[in-house]
DNA sequence: CTGAAAGCGCTTACAG
DNA sequence: CTGAAAGCGCTTACAG
C-alpha cells in the first residue's frame, strides 16, 4: 500500500499539501490540485483511515451489538442500518450478545471503544449509572423510556389495538399469551391488549409462557382450549407451534378460535392456515436508529423516542 | 478515556514499560509489573487498539461480506464466523453486498484494507486476476474450484445423492427445479442429482426457474404435474411455493409427489406436510470458514477447500 | 498557496 | 530491567 509519503514524493510537493488535497481544503491551487490528484489515481492510493483515526478521533466505524442473528427481526434491524451507515461512508463493527447478559454488552462496549468507534446502536439494555458514557449510543427495540438515552420505540401501544382490530369483534374470549412481564415491551404491548379488551368488555385470560419452548408454550395455551376463542400469541413462531398443536387436536382455526401472531416473519405466507400478525417494520427501526445516531455524532440532541409504527396484516387465522 | 502516558506518569516510569507490560513481554521486573498494573486497573486503562494498529499494522479486525441478511442461511454463517472470532478477540467489520455484483465487492474490500483488516471472508466471486491481494482471504458459498483461493464449499455431490435417498425409491419420474446452471454450486448439485437418477435408471426433467419469484417458480413446475411424481425444488421456500401451488391445485403432497426443499429453513417445520430438506450446516460453516481465515493470518497455509458435510432431514412431504 | 514541524497513542530497536 | 528516541501514516496550527 502506497502512502501520502509516496504521493507527495512522485508529485514534488509536501505531503501537507497532499493531505489538503485528499481533505477537500480551498486552499490549495488548481495547478498543484491537478498534479496531485493524477498521482493518486496513478498510484491507487488509498489514504489510511487508521491513521486518520488517531490523529482526529473520529473512524467512521460504528459499533452495533445485537441479541441474535437467527433471528429474522433482528436480521433485518441490522439491514436497516446498514443501509443508512453505507451510504454515509461509515463502517459497521457487529457484535453478539447471544445470551444478552450486561455484562457482555459492557465488553463490547469496551472493545468498541478500543476501536474509537463514533458512536454505538444496541438492542435495548439497563446502562448501569456509573457509566457515563461519552460516546453517543441509540438503543433499539426499546421500550418506550423517558431518560436521555435515546430510544428507537416500537409501537407496542397501536400494536395492542392493532391485535384486538383484527380479531373484528368476533371474539368473546381472549388467551393473551405472553413472556414474562418484567420485560418492558412485553408489559407495554400486554397492558394495551388488556385496555382494549376492558373497552369492549370482552373477557381475556393471562398465560405467561417459556421464553424458549415455543412448542411447549403452544401446549401450554392449548390445554386450555375451551375456554377461549381467541389466541394472541407472543410471536409468529409461537403461532406457528399453535398451529400445530390445533392439529394434532383437531382444532380449526380460525372457526374454533382465531390465531394472532407478531412480527410479520415469512413463516407466517407458509403455514396452513396463514397467520394474521403485526409488522414491526424492523428495517424501518434499522434505518431511524442509524438515523439517529449520525445525528448525535453531529451533534443534533433530540430527546424524544422514536416511535416507530406498526402495521396489522390480515391473513387467514383471523375472520 | 486515559492514555499510556497517564500509566507511567502515575506508576513512575516510562511508557516504554507500560507498553511492556500490557504486552506481557517476559522482561520486566515483578515490582514494576505489580505498581504499573495497579494503576492501569484504578484507571481502567486501555491501549488504543487504534493507535497499536498504526504502528503494527494489525487490527484484529476481520472483514466480512455477506450478500444478504435478510436469508437465514446466511444469517448463520455469520452467527457461525463471530463465534469463533469472538472467542479469538477478533472483531468483525461486515458490508452487505445487496445485488452482490463485483464492483461492490472490490468497493467493499478497497474500505477494508483502509481500516488495516487482517483478513477478509467474502461470499464466493470471482477475483479479478490483476487484483493482487495481500491481505488472506477466504470464500464461503463457494464451488469446489481448484485454485489458490481458500475456499468452503457445501458438499453438494452428497446433497444431491441424499435428495434422491430422501425419495426412497418411490419415484418414478423426478422433476428438478433449479437455478441457472451458470452458477457453480448449482452445477454441482444438479450434476450430481442427475447422475444418481441416472445410476439408478429413473427419467427426470430439468426445469430451470427464475431466481427471484418463487411463487411463479411453483406455477412453472406444477404446469407439468401430470408428468412427474417426485420434485426437488431449488430450496426451502420454493418447495413451500410448491406447497401453496399443490393446495390450490388439490394435489396431496406426497401421495401425488413427493417434495424436497434444500437448506432446513425453520419454515420445513412449520408447512403441511412438513418439509424434507438437505441441511447445510450453515453455522459450520462460517466456523471452518474463520478458523481457516485465522490460520492464513497466522501463516499456516493449506491449499485445499474445505467440503462440509450436509445432512438429510427426513419430514412429511416424502415417505 | 505551501512546507516544516509537532503530535495523535502506541511499539520496538538501541543503549545502558 | 529500564528509558529516550524514532517511527507507524496521517492532520493541522504556524510561519512565510
Chains 1, 2 share one sequence.
Not at 97 to 109: E, P, R, W
Not at 275 to 284: A, C, H, M, V
Amino acid at each position: 500500500m502506497s502512502t501520502i509519503k509516496d504521493v507527495a514524493k512522485l508529485a514534488g510537493v509536501s505531503v501537507a499539501t497532499v493531505s489538503r488535497i485528499i481533505n477537500d481544503s480551498p486552499n490549495v491551487s488548481p495547478a498543484t490540485r491537478k498534479k496531485v490528484e493524477r498521482v493518486i489515481k496513478e498510484i491507487n492510493y488509498q489514504p489510511n483511515q487508521v491513521a486518520r483515526t488517531l490523529y482526529q478521533k473520529k473512524s467512521r466505524m460504528i459499533g452495533i451489538i445485537i441479541p441474535d442473528l437467527n433471528n429474522r427481526f433482528y436480521a433485518q434491524i441490522i439491514d436497516g442500518i446498514q443501509s443508512i451507515l453505507q451510504k454515509k461512508g461509515y463502517s459497521a463493527l457487529i457484535s453478539f450478545s447471544a445470551n444478552s447478559n450486561k455484562k457482555n454488552y459492557l465488553n463490547f462496549i469496551n472493545e468498541f471503544q478500543k476501536n474509537n468507534i463514533d458512536g454505538i446502536i444496541t438492542a435495548a439494555f439497563d446502562l448501569p449509572a456509573t457509566l457515563n458514557l461519552a460516546t453517543p449510543l441509540v438503543m433499539y427495540d426499546s421500550a418506550n423510556i423517558d431518560d436521555n438515552v435515546a430510544r428507537i420505540v416500537s409501537d407496542n401501544i397501536k400494536g395492542g389495538k392493532d391485535c384486538i382490530s383484527l380479531l373484528q369483534n368476533q371474539a368473546t374470549r381472549v388467551m393473551i399469551q405472553h413472556w414474562p412481564l418484567r420485560l418492558p415491551t412485553v408489559r407495554e404491548r400486554v397492558e394495551s391488549l388488556v385496555n382494549e379488551l376492558n373497552k369492549l368488555n370482552i373477557p381475556y385470560i393471562l398465560k405467561k409462557v417459556s421464553e424458549n419452548d415455543p412448542e411447549k408454550a403452544a401446549q401450554e395455551v392449548l390445554k386450555k382450549s375451551n375456554r377461549f376463542d381467541a389466541v394472541i400469541a407472543v410471536n409468529d413462531i409461537y403461532a406457528a407451534e399453535i398451529i400445530k398443536e390445533a392439529q394434532r387436536r383437531n382444532l380449526k382455526i380460525p372457526a374454533d378460535f382465531q390465531l394472532i401472531g407478531y412480527d410479520n416473519n415469512v413463516l407466517c405466507e407458509y403455514t396452513t392456515p396463514t397467520i394474521s400478525t403485526i409488522d414491526q417494520q424492523p428495517k424501518l427501526i434499522g434505518q431511524t436508529a442509524a438515523r439517529r445516531l449520525l445525528d448525535l455524532i453531529n451533534g443534533k440532541k433530540s430527546s424524544q423516542n422514536s416511535i416507530i409504527n406498526v402495521i396489522p396484516i390480515k391473513r387467514n387465522s383471523t375472520y
